[in-house]
């Protein structure tokens, strides 16, 4: 059974930083391209940032210079660094893997508050 379970979100004052994680089970991800996603209340399902399966990263333009994907090809895991965050960047945040099937996890809530 495949799985994509996500951790690693929270609530953290602006200007703070989150690293939450995505781990695979029963699907390889260093052959797939794997992203994260975001949806705040209200909005449509926007693409945050992107890890091709050779290692090529793509991010929305709000968070560049300010999240970062990896993978752990070992730990079947992907992470996204967040830093400077912002109340805007408040969403559900969802892993995504790509290829023939199309994988997501159940998201993780991250909250941006003072």
């Known amino acids: 059974q495949v799985q994509l379970v996500e951790s690693g979100g929270g609530l953290v004052q602006p200007g703070g930083s989150l690293r939450p994680s995505c781990a695979a089970s029963g699907i390889a991800l260093s052959v797939r391209t794997t992203a994260w996603y975001r949806q705040a209340p209200g909005n449509q399902r926007e693409l945050v940032a992107e890890i091709t399966n050779g290692g090529v990263t793509n991010y929305a333009d709000s968070v560049k210079g300010r999240f970062t994907i990896s993978r752990d090809n070992a730990r079947h895991t992907v992470y996204l660094q967040m830093n400077g965050l912002k109340p805007k960047d408040t969403a559900v945040y969802s892993c995504?893997?790509?290829?023939?099937?199309?994988?997501w996890g159940q998201g993780t809530q991250v909250t941006v508050s003072s």
């Open positions: 995504y893997a790509g290829g023939v099937v199309k994988y």
